[in-house]
């Protein structure tokens, strides 16, 4: 548990360098480039593993939506650990998952920027989406990729 604690503690970090909040442009793991939002006020996380990277960014506090179900964390759960650290789960919206996002609903938030993952099938789907409607998305491989990632 501590080796993987550590080793998404590092992806993590990497990321954070890789993806410089300084820069106009960014480039995401699967080599898309988009505008860096000047404010994100609203952000949606369909890939659970990025949870993590919001905060490093320090935008925890202004995720709307994300995948609850899937990481245990229904209104009616009693997650204490995360309710502690991110009380504002509570009023963030479940998005689905990255095999089974839920697009009506991510639309319907209107992000500013989207965490999303980059190597399932009906996240690319979904990733394709949002561009087209112009919704920055940050496409990310974050635990399933190498140290090269």
């Known amino acids: 548990m501590k080796n993987r604690l550590l080793l998404i503690t590092i992806i993590l ?3 954070l360098v890789s993806f410089s909040v300084s820069a106009e442009y960014l480039t995401d793991q ?4 988009f505008k860096q939002p000047e404010k994100v006020e609203r ?12 905060y490093i960014l320090g935008l925890g506090n202004n995720i709307v939506g994300m995948p609850l179900r899937r990481i245990g964390l229904q209104k009616q759960s009693e997650s204490i650990f995360i309710r502690t650290v991110a009380p504002n789960m509570d009023k963030a919206i479940d998005v689905g998952n990255p095999g089974q996002p839920n697009t009506e609903t991510i639309l319907g938030l209107k992000p500013d920027l989207v965490f999303s993952a980059i190597h399932v099938p009906a996240s690319q789907k979904l990733n394709e989406l949002l561009r087209s409607a112009n919704i920055p998305v940050l496409g990310l491989k974050a635990g399933f990729g190498g140290i090269k990632d």
């Open 30 to 33: 699967a080599g898309f480039n």
């Open 13 to 15: 970090s990497f990321l």
């Open 43 to 54: 952000l949606v996380i369909v890939f659970p593993q990025s949870f993590g990277l919001a």
